[in-house]
């Protein structure tokens, strides 16, 4: 490059030998060294090709001093782009656009807004480039509300461009309503459109309506490109639903995407990891012609999600082995897996390693998984000492999964810190319920009042437990002591004989797990009906015999539930597959591939 400048346009110190006037007056010479530049993210030569222009009073001018304002931009010299455009003598519509968009791709957020505000003092009319600029800044929602009426105003909301950048911006503000509305709104929809308001919800875990947009974008007779198939295989993934999974894997496959596409590979092993298939997740990890770090990385998040720890670890071996440099998110994986299937040494030693070996800066997540391992291990002096020799402020996920380990362990006293230190960082109810359960597990009912009492005074909602099972390509949702299910009385009927074959293979209600103090009897009923009971119920009345079952939480199964669940698969001779929200559970003949550790 620092050649191609010496010969082109002389910026060597023996310009004059080269023909300085001759190439100082060649614009558009000066414009292709700069997007060259801007391209290659060169920004020595770039520096290099402002001097000259600076040297001769180019660097004013309208179309050099915008490429100027953008080669800085695609550097991340950010302050020597708002030099550039303040530069400029006479700044059109384009200066101000490409200084919005240097600003947003920078994540210099209040700037990009400060550049776009004062747009309307300057009297310069926005256009579509202005409003895609802005809306990309990474605006709260507050913000994106306003910039969106700023494009109601300016009569734009139905432009395919802008208001696919007002789809990814309510998109990744969570507000998917507001999307749609946008969504909905717009005359002529493209591609990119339809995949904007897919991945909006698939973002926010909503696949059931990403998958009702893909379903219309397939009747409208709307071609699919691979981020279509990718974000419809991510919301397949959210709800576990195989089904539609294999749907796509055969139209991925027809369309030749799975042959030449690592990240559609990709997303079907994650696809049918999610969904509890793990051979279908080899297999196509083992049929790929090829393979990447995140190839490696989704196959073992999948193992460590299944609690396949010592697999994992093998896995990683191998990959080192054969060449392939791993990265963070990679010791992530690991470490997770080393989590969920109780590898503490492992898990420590390689904490360490990640360092001392590789030369990777663990994140807060690398230490929070060790901090999972060790609490839930009950190694809770060196779980909270970790935390607190922690480089940098914990964040609420240390104290979280501390105070997980407080649960499993029943620890009333470092819990209550943890949950004080949660307190003060978070507004879920996650704090309240777990030291509740820690009370309650101790049957102090007094103090899992209390807390229940605060909860309720500082208006703090628990989050309802829900489970779902697919059935013939349909997906059923229960709720603990649901009412709603058409077939709700055949379910809590048979929920009742199966009650008497589960006390015959020796259960016992773990009445612990009931956060109230009512009677014993009014408990265990309590228990029999938790959702995913009612769900497994449900599966077993509607599939045949010796089929497996898939369930899918949105929070942790209970200890009651986990062992109820043992010992349904034993008697009725099925594979039951459960995930919550931390991990997968493969029961078979009375027992958990968790091995009782979660």
Known sequence: MALVLTVQVGLADNDKDLGQERFCSNTEAYAALLRRCANERNLVD????????RRYGYENETFLGNLLVQMYGKCSSIDDAALAFDSIRKKDLFSWNIMIAAFAENGCLDRAVGVFELMEPARIKRNRGTFVAVLAAGLDLEQGKKIHDSVHSSGLERNEMVATALLSMYGACGSTDDARQVFEQVPKLDLVCWNAMITAYVQNDRGRE??????????EGVKCNEVTYLAALDACACLAVQSEGRSLHKRVSEAGLLLTSFKVANSL???????GN?????????????????SWNVLLTVYGHNGL?????DRFTESCLEGFEPDSITFLAVLQACSHA??????VELLVSIQEDWGIDPTQYHYLCVVDLLGRSGELVRAEALINSMPFE?????????LGGCRVNSDVGRGERATQRLLVMSEDSSPYVLMANIYASIRNFDLAERLRSVMADRNV???PGLSWIEVRGRIHTFAANDKLHARKEEIYAGLDRLFVELQREGYRPDTRVALYDVEEEKKVRMLLHHSEKLAIMFGLMSTPDGSPLFVLKNLRVCADCHAATKIIAKITKRKIVMRDASRFHHFENGKCSCCDYW
């Open 461 to 463: 909602k628990k989050q």
């Open 278 to 294: 793990l051979e279908a997740a080899e297999e196509i990890f083992e049929s790929m012609p090829s393979r990447d770090i995140s």
């Open 309 to 313: 720890g010592d697999l994992a670890v």
């Open 210 to 219: 990403a998958l009702e947009i893909f379903h219309r974008l397939e009747m």
């Open 394 to 402: 914990p964040e609420e996920g240390a104290w979280r999964s501390l």
């Open 342 to 347: 109780g590898l503490l040494d492992t898990g």
């Open 46 to 53: 770039g520096k290099r090709v402002h001097e000259h222009l």
């Open 269 to 275: 092993i994650n696809m049918y990891g999610k969904s």
